[in-house]
Nanobody
């Protein structure tokens, strides 16, 4: 069982930065992969970034590569998504996800634990 709680969303202007947090509670963090997904109104939930907890290996969607940075703090059991140079197209509800796996899935079907989501709105 993994419990996830996102926070840090808000309303910002294009070009601004925002940092999302995902506090995780789990029996153990070995073999855990965690990721960020987002869903805009009328669209499917899409992959944003993912990280392997033990190694820190990170993966990004092409749409955010070079702008977003995923990381984790082992002492705080928290995952972060640093979002820079935000665009209006980044507006969505952002979800934290986790799964027990050897690899790092980059699709929604690869994760079975989800947070409640946090709203990010970027104005032009």
């Amino acid at each position: 069982q993994v419990q996830l709680v996102e926070s840090g969303g808000g309303l910002v202007q294009a070009g601004d930065s925002l940092r999302l947090s995902c506090a995780a509670s789990a029996r153990a963090f070995s073999n855990i992969a965690m990721g960020w997904f987002r869903q805009a109104p009328g669209k499917e939930r899409e992959f944003v970034a993912a990280i392997k907890w033990t190694s820190g290996s990170a993966y990004y969607a092409d749409s955010v590569k070079g702008r977003f940075i995923i990381s984790r703090d082992n002492a705080k059991n928290t995952m972060y998504l640093q979002m820079n140079s935000l665009k209006p197209d980044d507006t969505a509800i952002y979800y934290c996800a986790a799964t027990y796996t050897i690899g790092v899935p980059t699709s929604t079907r690869g994760y079975n634990y989800w947070g409640q989501g946090t709203q990010v709105t970027v104005s032009s």
